[in-house]
């Protein structure tokens, strides 16, 4: 079965970190682009981090300088690290991977920064 699975989102107090995961199920995430997303209540889903299938990365404008996307290949997971976290981040996180036609989501996991 192909999918994605997203772990260790969290509440965590302003100024925080969190690591999420996305990992990977049945396909080799090594050769796909990797992107997370992330949506508030009662806002559109908005892309905040990608890693190519080489190591090139982009970031919003919102998040860059604060988080970090990278790949682990032993363990077929991209990670984002989440550093100085602030309430306007509070959100569902979803990844995605894409390779040609193949589209595959996550079913996202909740980050709430708040004291």
């Known amino acids: 079965q192909l999918q994605l699975v997203e772990s260790g989102g969290g509440l965590v107090q302003p100024g925080g970190s969190l690591r999420l995961s996305c990992a990977a199920s049945g396909f080799t995430l090594d050769r796909y682009v990797v992107s997370w997303w992330r949506q508030a209540p009662g806002k559109e889903r908005e892309g905040v981090a990608v890693i190519n299938d080489g190591i090139r990365t982009k970031y919003s404008d919102a998040v860059k300088g604060r988080f970090t996307v990278s790949r682990d290949s032993a363990k077929n997971t991209v990670y984002l690290q989440m550093d100085a976290l602030k309430p306007e981040d509070t959100a569902v996180y979803y990844c995605?991977?894409?390779?040609?036609?193949?589209?595959?989501w996550g079913q996202g996991t909740q980050v709430t920064v708040s004291s």
């Open positions: 995605n991977a894409q390779r040609g036609t193949e589209n595959y």
